[in-house]
């Protein structure tokens, strides 16, 4: 059985990490130490490397410390053991046991992990899920997340197809304007909606787009030069999220949002990725655990449920 050495990640091994995290089969751009960073005063990091017995670098896994539980990653979308495409499962499990031993040895009762979702994973392979189960812990938490397979236009609305050719009245532009959809779209919108604001501020959004210029993008819709809707998207090598979407009243009697939505779809199926994410529509203040109204809008505009799962380990010796 191959030894492996856990170790907590430290500053000086910043290239280290973000330079696996570039080749690896499991990773995305939020797993980069530039991203993870932005809100290090919210989180205690507990991010882990392993090695191997030639110090070579076999896995990442991201996380933070609250108590004497870690996550991965509560200040993340999705958490998880990162590995090269190489990786086999068993090495994967040989790995997990080595940082399960590792977090006991360091006085750690509990880990949680939000699943990657599959269509991150360029192998479409879910070792971890086994892992897991085989080991005991407990799926507490399931979300239903939606994506559309660009390469599906089959799956797409007829009638929200046929409105979205028809519409001459709606202008997109990619001009990542952050300011004027946050100010003048989402900040209200949210608040009216849902009494909430957006996760990240606008100065947040507006910095990591600056270090991220190639993942983070802002498209709005106008109506007479009036911005009516955006989308502010994250993007990897194979899947484009919609991270915030919005739009105003009059955007909302236009189906801007909708006809935004066709646009990205034809504009990123043109350039070869295969998913768009369109996020999760779970919510408990439902009877049903989910928004029926927010299903039935994503379905319809082609998206397809990839569940999110949430793990919690016991790692008290019984």
């Not at 499962?89 to 880990?111: C, K, N, P, Y």
């Not at 009059?250 to 949002?257: C, D, Q, T, V």
């Amino acid at each position: 059985m191959k030894i492996y050495q856990v170790r907590k990640y430290e500053k000086e091994s910043k290239t280290l990490w973000n330079e696996f995290v570039k080749k690896a089969k499991n990773a995305t751009f939020l797993f980069d130490r530039d991203f993870m960073e932005y809100h290090q005063d919210r989180f205690e990091d507990y991010s882990l490397l392993v090695f191997d017995a030639k110090e070579n670098v076999k896995a990442v896994f991201p996380a933070n410390k609250a108590g004497d539980t870690v996550f991965s990653h509560q200040g993340l979308t999705y958490g998880g053991l990162v590995v090269e495409k190489k990786t086999k499962s068993e090495e994967i499990f040989t790995i997990m046991d080595s940082i399960v031993r590792f977090l006991r040895a360091q006085g750690i009762i509990t880990l949680q992990m939000k699943s990657l979702p599959i269509i991150y994973n360029s192998t479409m392979s879910n070792e971890l899920d086994f892992y897991f189960f085989k080991s005991g812990a407990n799926c507490f938490r399931k979300d239903l997340n939606l994506a559309f397979p660009l390469k599906d236009p089959e799956l797409w609305s007829k009638s929200k197809w046929k409105h979205y050719k028809k519409t001459k009245n709606i202008e997109v532009r990619f001009d990542n304007k952050f300011n004027d959809f946050w100010e003048e779209i989402l900040i209200p919108r949210l608040l009216q909606k849902y009494n909430a604001s957006p996760v990240h501020t606008l100065q947040e959004i507006e910095s990591l787009a600056s270090d991220f210029p190639e993942n983070i993008k802002q498209i709005n819709a106008y109506i007479d030069n009036q911005i009516v809707a955006g989308i502010t998207l994250f993007q990897d090598t194979f899947v484009v999220k919609s991270q915030y979407g919005a739009t105003s009243d009059l955007g909302e009697k236009n189906r801007a949002l909708d006809y935004l939505y066709f646009t990205l779809f034809e504009h990123f199926r043109a350039e070869n990725k295969l998913y768009f994410d369109m996020g999760v529509v779970t919510d408990t203040s439902f009877k049903e655990g989910f928004n029926k109204g927010l299903l039935q809008q994503k379905e319809e505009l082609g998206g397809v449920v990839f569940c999110q799962d949430y793990y919690q380990l016991d790692l008290q010796v019984k």
